[in-house]
């Protein structure tokens, strides 16, 4: 089978990305041929045809090139990877075939093009190296940030869940890796994650000797292996500079608060649990950002809370300050809302892809910088005064580009039209001859028409020859001599004279010439804003984190929140604390605040109990939202509140209240569980939700019953435990430290009213029977549901009416308790140990063994199997 020339070109291409989508520019379209025409067509419901119709026929699929930017969005949402290969040359002036090339793969990781990027969101690509201690690095291509981490394994899920890259790279020998929902997994081979590889890789890229300047010691070896496969994969991958990714930033963890995957979905920190969505997230609540280098350094707030005092206070004082000065904050954000996002554009600068908008964007953000340093000049909060020093205000660079720059730039810099007049002089001498030539062909054809006395003749332009003189035929005879005659049309012929030559020479060479230094001049300013890329890359961070702090302000003036007071010590105390999200969704002033204490004193584990739809999630949620509010330097919707430092938070929720995911559900809980019980630590604060509810009662009153115990006995830190098994409530009695809390109820005109106030005590036990009364159940059905529940409980109190799961056996602190219920002592072992054997003959005590068989043997047959 022959295969043309093209399709030759094509297989090539494709064997250097076998696992991408080769996109393969033909013309004004992008094909697809072979399997990648019919997963785009499936994807991207592009109609399948095929080329070289007849024996072997090659499916194939395509789109208008300038339709590329949202076919490759869809094709990245849908997890695939495209690589794109574009002609190279001008058709026009190529010999045979028209030379093409790969000219980058996209990946979700790798995407740069802003349309598909969320402005409010770092698109970070990630790689590991499994192993006890493990690396992981990440970088966001979109900005140059990258930073990398030495990670004990059992902690790796959990970075990567605070991290939340899309794409992750690993090992073609790694083995599985942790992963979470949406992420990209990309096989990379083994030897671009080796030691030497990754060295080589980025002593090239950074240009430097050792990593040590970056900060990094022997222990990090993982780490920069996982950030050498970055590198290597993105230079693969983008075929551009990587100069915006200038530092490679060593992570170090125990310095933020630590919350777990499934912590983070189930608080709703930055997405909804139900339907992902942002909208209804804690994260939507506190993000009042006005840029969206804000918007997501919020994020990254967000994800890493702080655990040292002095740095949490430091962001409460500026906090404070933004919003006691007067119009502090909405002025700062004024000013804010004019600033551009100077991360993505410095990145394009770097990569080559910036446009003159871009450029304007930057000099129009330099210029709102004096007004906001100024604001910030002399201020007591530390904070403050360090993001004013750290505003650099690049005098020189913003002259040049405001002398040089339109005010409205274009897109494209090879148009032109968007250096400004007087700025050049040369171009200036350029615009005004290709103007001016215009002007004087105006003049030419009205003297001419005099000259020879045709007032028809009309100076006309074509592609062919350019500008020529028209006269109608009925003029012929008074054509000057030296008109040199090009064309017959219908009505006329058509004349072009020297002179008119020389300038059509000049006139459109000078517009071709001005469009030309116009691209000199753009690519110069660009290479000055890329030498300064250093001083705006920290003046942008700066201005990212005021405009957080003046959100964060504006926020608590809004909704009223107060300044969390912070202790070391693992103490709460909130008073009329708010759930975040609910109080700014729901009316203003309907939602019900609550109090919570939690310390050595009054006991810091709080068990609430009342029944459904009550308001117990609610509440133990507020508690950790509030906590984490805090310690990212935040000011809390409570009146009063004093925040105990957590080194961890937990919050799990019971199986069924989670039958969405579709797993094995109560296995996942009680794995979940088992991680807080051996991890919690004293600071920490757990919060459970209806633990132990996805298997049979007893067995479900029993995990909780003893999770509840080891909570208080080994671990001690603060918990909030929200259950609907009332029997639970008995714990206060044997355990010293527990709180019982319910939720008040009401009924009010035949119907329950939850009132959704906190109060001390436990639930009403009958509270079910009670609302099915209300619901109308019938007098007998209630009646007898009475009984048997009275009998249920009968069967398990003791002669003092407690119940008997409430007595614990003695256990040494430290040893594992395994039941919860006693058995009941043996008769025969009193009579064994009360036996008088000093009097006992021989005889007797033979007698007395066979008696006691015969007792043994009765009691056994009497038990039912
Ligand atoms: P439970 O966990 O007891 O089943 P939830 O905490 O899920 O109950 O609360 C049920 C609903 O009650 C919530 O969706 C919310 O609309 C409302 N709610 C809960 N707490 C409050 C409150 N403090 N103020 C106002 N409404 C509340």
């Known amino acids: 089978m022959t295969v043309s020339p093209m399709m030759q070109q094509y297989q090539e291409a494709k064997a250097a990305c076998p696992d991408a989508l080769l996109l393969f520019r033909m013309g004004d379209f992008y094909e697809l041929f072979h399997d990648d025409a019919k997963t785009a067509s499936r994807v991207l419901g592009l109609a399948l045809t095929s080329r070289d119709k007849g024996e072997n026929p090659v499916p194939m699929a395509g789109f208008p090139h300038h339709q590329l930017e949202s076919y490759l969005g869809k094709l990245i949402a ?21 030379r ?24 970070y690509l990630a790689g590991i190296v499994p192993g006890e201690i493990a690396g992981l690095a990440w970088v966001d291509l979109s900005t140059g940030r990258f930073l990398a981490a030495a990670v004990p394994s059992e902690q790796l899920a959990e970075e990567l869940a605070r991290i939340g890259p899309v794409e992750c790279l690993a090992g073609d020998d790694a083995g599985e890796i ?11 081979p083994a030897w671009a994650f080796s030691h030497r590889n990754a060295l080589d890789v980025l002593h090239k890229h950074f240009g430097t000797q050792s990593l040590e300047g970056f900060g990094f010691v022997a222990e990090d070896a993982a780490a920069i292996r996982a950030a050498g496969a970055l590198v290597e994969y993105l230079a693969e991958t983008q075929k551009t500079s990587l100069g915006h990714i200038d530092r490679l930033v060593p992570y170090r963890l125990g310095t933020s608060l630590a919350i777990d995957e499934a912590s983070r979905r189930s608080l709703e920190l930055c997405r909804t649990l139900r339907e992902g969505r942002r909208e209804g997230s804690l994260l939507a609540v506190l993000d009042r950002t006005a840029t969206a280098m804000g918007s997501r350094l919020m994020a990254e707030w967000l994800a ?3 655990t040292d005092r002095a740095s949490i206070d430091a962001r409460l004082d500026a906090v404070g300050e933004l919003l006691t000065g007067a119009n502090l904050a909405a002025e700062l954000r004024e000013q804010l809302k004019r600033v551009h996002d100077v991360e993505r554009l410095l990145a394009r600068v770097t990569t080559g892809r910036a446009t003159p908008r871009d450029l304007s964007c930057l000099a129009r953000t330099l210029r709102v910088l004096p007004a906001v340093k100024a604001r910030l000049t002399a201020r007591a909060s530390v904070l403050l005064n360090r993001l004013e020093t750290e505003i650099d205000l690049c005098p020189d660079l913003r002259a040049r580009l405001d002398a040089a720059l339109e005010d409205e730039c274009p897109l494209v ?31 030419y054809q009205a003297e001419e028409a005099t000259r020879t006395g045709i007032s028809s003749l009309k100076v006309g332009f074509n592609n062919v020859f350019g500008y020529y003189l028209e006269i109608t035929h009925a003029h012929r005879d008074k054509v000057p001599p030296h008109y040199i005659r090009k064309q017959t049309v219908k009505n006329a012929e058509r004349y072009i004279t020297p002179e008119l030559k020389d300038y059509e020479e000049k006139v459109l060479s000078a517009d071709d010439k001005a469009k030309t230094l116009e691209h000199e001049l753009f690519l110069e300013l660009r290479d000055a804003v890329a030498a300064a890329a250093r001083r705006l890359r920290s003046t942008a961070e700066a201005l990212a984190q005021i405009d957080v702090l003046a959100g964060l302000a504006e ?13 070391d010590e693992p103490v709460l105390n909130i008073v009329a604390g708010r759930h975040p999200v609910l109080d700014a969704m729901l009316t203003s002033g309907s939602f019900v605040p609550n109090d919570c204490t939690a310390d050595g004193e009054l006991g810091n584990i709080l068990l609430i109990t009342g029944p459904n739809m009550a308001g117990k999630s609610t509440y133990i949620r507020q508690t950790a939202l509030i906590t984490l509010m805090a310690q990212l330097g935040s000011f809390v919707p409570a009146t009063e509140a004093t925040i105990g430092i957590a080194d961890r938070i ?51 009153v029993s995990l909780a019953w003893s999770v509840v115990e080891f909570l208080h ?112 002592p043996h008769p025969l072992l009193d009579e064994i140990r009360t036996a008088d054997l000093d009097n006992l003959t021989p005889v007797n005590a033979l007698n007395l063994l066979q008696q006691w068989q015969q007792t043994l043997a009765n009691t056994i047959a009497a038990k039912p199997r």
């Open 650 to 700: 937990f919050a799990r929720v019971g199986a069924s209240d989670e039958l969405s995911r579709g797993q094995s559900t109560f296995m996942v809980e009680m794995t979940e569980t088992a991680r807080i019980l051996n991890t919690a630590t004293p600071a920490s604060l757990v919060i459970l939700d209806e633990i132990g509810r996805g298997t049979s009662t007893y067995d479900g």
């Open 713 to 824: 006995d080994e671990i001690g830190c603060r918990t909030l435990f929200a259950t609907h098994y009332h029997e639970l409530t008995e714990l206060s009695q044997s355990l010293s430290r527990i709180q019982n809390l319910n939720v008040a109820v009401r009924e009010w005109q035949d119907d329950v009213v939850f009132l959704h106030k906190i109060v001390a005590g436990a639930a009403d036990k009958s509270y079910g029977i009670h609302v099915a009364r209300l619901a109308g159940i019938p007098r007998e059905v209630l009646e007898r549901a009475r009984q048997i529940l009275a009998r249920l409980e009968a069967d398990h109190l003791d002669e003092g009416g407690r119940a008997t799961w409430a007595r614990r056996p003695q256990v040494q602190k430290g040893q594992l308790q395994l039941t919860l219920f006693e058995p009941p």
């Open 100 to 123: 093409r090339e790969l000219t980058r793969i996209v990946t979700r990781g790798t995407v740069t093009d802003d349309a598909l990027l969320d402005p409010r969101e770092s698109n």
């Open 304 to 306: 890493n809370p702080l």
């Open 413 to 443: 810099s090879r148009e032109g039209g968007f250096i400004r007049a007087g700025h050049s002089s040369e171009l200036d001498g350029l615009r005004e001859l290709a103007s001016g030539g215009k002007q004087w062909i105006a003049r």
């Open 555 to 567: 926020l608590a003036r809004e909704r009223g929140y107060c300044r969390p007071q912070i202790v």
């Open 178 to 188: 942790p992963t979470l929902p949406g992420m990209l997994i990309t096989r990379r």
């Open 78 to 98: 849908a997890g695939l990877r495209a690589a794109i290969c574009d002609q190279v040359e001008d058709a026009r002036q190529a010999k045979g075939l028209v």
